[in-house]
């Protein structure tokens, strides 16, 4: 959806790195949202924010920090990688009721 | 908490027959929405259909159709006349109505259409 853009695509990084992962929006909603997916548990919410400088931890938020200085953009940093992290990271936005429209995914390989 | 369970983790039919995908859920909200999402090879996320809990009637999209049954906390998806391109993970999601629509994703269910 051209609303939601991530970056980068994919991404292999060395353990004890930091990463920092990229959404930005352009539909200029409220809501942003960082979920990781992983074979049998679907997607995990991590952080999530309802407005500049506002954010919330999710259910899988260890090791992971966020923040949204601009509405249109919210970014995901694992401050030192772990290969448990290694994972397809999605961002989403929403408007109230709506659903969702998810960005296009990040795959995360930490090696 | 809430949480979201599809007991069928991967499911076959041949194309053109009708397919039903399970999922039960736990809340005790009043109030809420259930979506079902396809995600295809491409690993992209689309919405496929959309329910809000006040509303009794099932949601439609064309072939595919809904049967939600709230006291049961049941909400099945049916994909009628299944074509090639259906096959995908599908996840059912539920969402709350207050503040941040923070959605809980079950487990998701493999669908493969055959020729």
């Known amino acids: ?111 | 908490a809430q949480t979201v369970t599809q007991s069928q983790p991967e499911m076959s039919v041949q194309e053109a027959e009708t397919v039903t995908l399970s999922c039960t859920y736990d809340t005790s909200e009043n109030n809420y929405y259930l979506f079902w999402y396809k995600q295809p090879p491409s690993r992209q996320m689309i919405l496929v259909i959309r329910q809000e809990a006040y509303k009794q009637q099932n949601a439609t999209e064309n072939r595919f159709s809904v049967n939600f049954q709230k006291a049961a906390k049941s909400f099945s998806l049916k994909i009628s006349d299944s074509q090639l391109g259906d096959t995908a993970m599908y996840f059912c999601a539920f969402g709350g109505n207050q503040g941040a629509q923070k959605l809980v994703f079950g487990q998701g269910t493999r669908l493969t259409i055959n020729p």
């Open chain 1, 1 to 111: 959806d051209a609303g939601i853009t991530q970056s980068p695509r994919h991404k292999v990084t060395e353990t004890g790195t930091p990463v920092t992962l990229r959404c930005h929006q352009t539909e200029n909603h409220r809501y942003m949202y960082w979920y990781r997916q992983d074979p049998g548990h679907g997607l995990r919410l991590i952080h999530y924010s309802y407005g500049v400088k506002d954010t919330d931890k999710g259910e899988v938020s260890d090791g992971y920090s966020v923040s949204r200085s601009k509405t249109e953009d919210f970014l995901l940093t694992l401050e030192s990688a772990t290969s448990s992290q290694t994972s397809v990271y999605f961002c989403a936005i929403s408007d109230r009721g709506e659903g969702y429209t998810f960005g296009s995914g990040t795959r995360l390989t930490v090696v």
